[in-house]
């Protein structure tokens, strides 16, 4: 255990030996530990701290290495340690029990179980899109990193790269993580939330109002006919039944009765069995996707698929065969195409519950038909399925659609 006068020259002379070799700095003050570097038989230097920790155990503390850690920046860091030390914090206790300290990616998990346990379960539309956004921007960026050093600027910087080109997701990311780190200050995983009182990136958020005019609803419909199967029947779909774009996408074959002419939809944002009566024009454009009318060589595998609507996109990179889950490309060629632009898919939505309105139909037939939740006393009691009526006003829709479209 040689001790030496440690500066720049002679740390560099120091030569590697069959075996390691601590070197400690000469005429330390007693109580400030023994400060020194440690000289590998391949010739790495370490610069670590002695000292005695509450138990009376002789305790290292590894400080950096050498010479990306200059001597003077060692000493100082010693030296800060040695502050903690005689102050009641154990640096090397500290640092095992940051090792141990739960990542992001553990968080995740725990929020999953969180879930799980709940009462009133998410919709699985909302589980899919959390999903999505762990899966795409928060497992890239935070995923291995220990929650308790997930800090606010660096929040606050994945946020606003965010909310540079998608203000609205990154509005629903805030959410996310701010849900999330809640179950982690429930988990005793940290004291302070980090986004307290952190303001949503994409700002307020204005409800949109957009739909469809009928002269609009005439000029792109045509320009539906043109669009890949899916995205094509997907869109009409959407303005014919006034059903969420999500819940369309993910259409299963055994939820469908043609012979009663029904959708019964299980997983919606409602949590609720929820009937759809179908039209003639609805069950019309079913049929023809089951038979795979229109459908090239390529397509008719769908056919035998378990969605309506089903996709292998990025199938090569492992993913499984599900169903579509956007139609942006299509709805952003036919805006192209046809000129009408500003609206989406779920402007679709709001322009059927638009003509309902306007066929006067009655608003308790229309919010049953749009599946929104019902509140209060109604929510609780009102358990009628109002499968007439909700028929009776989806005929009435589609009639009107295709007296629009000609």
């Known amino acids: 255990m040689p001790r030496i006068k440690l500066n720049a020259m002679r ?20 109580g400030n ?10 010739g790495k230097r370490v610069w670590f701290l002695m000292y005695d920790n509450e138990a009376g155990a002789r305790t290292r503390f590894t400080l950096g290495d050498y ?7 060692a000493s100082k860091k010693a030296n800060k340690a040695m502050d903690k030390i005689n102050n009641g914090q154990d640096p090397q206790a500290q640092k095992q029990t940051f090792k141990k300290a739960p990542t992001m990616t553990e968080l995740w998990e725990e929020y999953q179980k969180a879930l799980a346990r709940r009462n009133k379960p998410k919709a699985p539309a909302t589980i899919r899109e959390e999903k999505r956004r762990w899966e795409k921007v928060i497992q890239p960026n935070l995923g291995s990193t220990k929650v308790v050093s997930v800090k606010r600027p660096r929040i606050a910087a994945l946020l606003n790269e965010v909310a540079d080109t998608a203000p609205v997701s990154a509005n629903r990311l805030h959410s996310l993580l701010s849900v999330m780190f809640k179950t982690a200050l429930d988990l005793g995983w940290l004291e302070v939330h980090p986004m307290y009182m952190m303001s949503k990136p994409g700002g307020q958020e204005v409800s949109r109002k957009r739909y469809l005019e009928d002269k609009e609803i005439k000029i792109i419909w045509p320009y539906l006919d043109k669009l890949q199967p899916n995205s094509r029947d997907i869109l009409k779909l959407i303005l014919l039944t006034a059903q969420r774009p999500g819940e369309i996408m993910a259409m299963k074959w055994e939820d469908l009765n043609l012979d009663e002419a029904v959708w019964r ?12 009566p179908l039209s003639d024009p ?16 390529k397509q008719m595998w769908m056919t035998e698929a378990e969605f309506v609507f089903p996709s292998r996109y990025n199938k090569t990179k492992g993913a499984k065969t599900e169903h ?12 192209q195409d ?28 229309r919010e049953r038909v749009l599946n929104h939740s019902q509140g209060g006393v109604v929510g609780v009691y009102d358990q009628f399925d109002y499968l ?13 659609i295709y007296r629009i479209v000609g």
């Open 11 to 30: 740390i560099k002379s120091l030569k590697a030996g069959s075996r390691s070799v601590e070197y400690f700095e000469e005429g330390r003050t007693p």
């Open 33 to 42: 530990g023994a400060f020194g570097i440690r000289v590998s038989p391949k």
């Open 67 to 73: 010479p990306q850690l200059s001597l003077k920046d």
């Open 265 to 276: 939809l299980t997983e919606n944002k409602t949590d609720s069995t929820h009937l759809v």
């Open 282 to 297: 609805v069950i019309q454009i079913i049929k023809a996707r089951k038979k795979g009318q229109g459908y090239t060589e």
């Open 324 to 335: 579509s889950t956007s139609t942006k490309n299509a709805r952003n060629k036919v805006k």
């Open 338 to 365: 046809s000129s009408i632009s500003g609206w989406t898919s779920h402007d679709l939505r709001r322009t059927a519950r638009t003509i309902m309105s306007r066929l006067k139909i009655k608003q308790h037939v």
């Open 388 to 400: 007439s009526e909700k028929r009776n006003a989806l005929d009435k829709l589609a009639r009107e």
